[in-house]
């Protein structure tokens, strides 16, 4: 997955083109795989969910998420409910539970 904030001027995101240099050549990926792009992290669960049912990935899957800031405990609590309860659901639940993920989670 290719995450592609929108964020101000000061803090340019990388292009789709720069995001998969560095994957490649940073991450070792040696090549495309099924995925998808989000414009927002609060987007990947339910894109995610439909893409596992439509057939186009399959479970279980491997996220490599690559930003420049952390995600988790920026003053949020989501975390915690992520780690301590969502991981622990049924996949096939997780993605209808996971209803407090938002772009700063």
Known sequence: MICVDSTP?????WTVDQAAA?????CGLEGPLPGLAVERHG????RWGAALSNGKIDAPLTVTHVDAH??????????MEIMGELLFE???HRA???TRITDGS
């Open 9 to 13: 001027i000061d803090y340019p995101v």
């Open 43 to 46: 987007e990947a669960f339910g």
């Open 70 to 79: 952390a995600d988790l405990g920026l003053g949020e609590s989501v975390h």
């Open 96 to 98: 209808q539970s996971a």
């Open 22 to 26: 560095f994957l490649l050549d940073q």
């Open 90 to 92: 049924p996949m096939a």
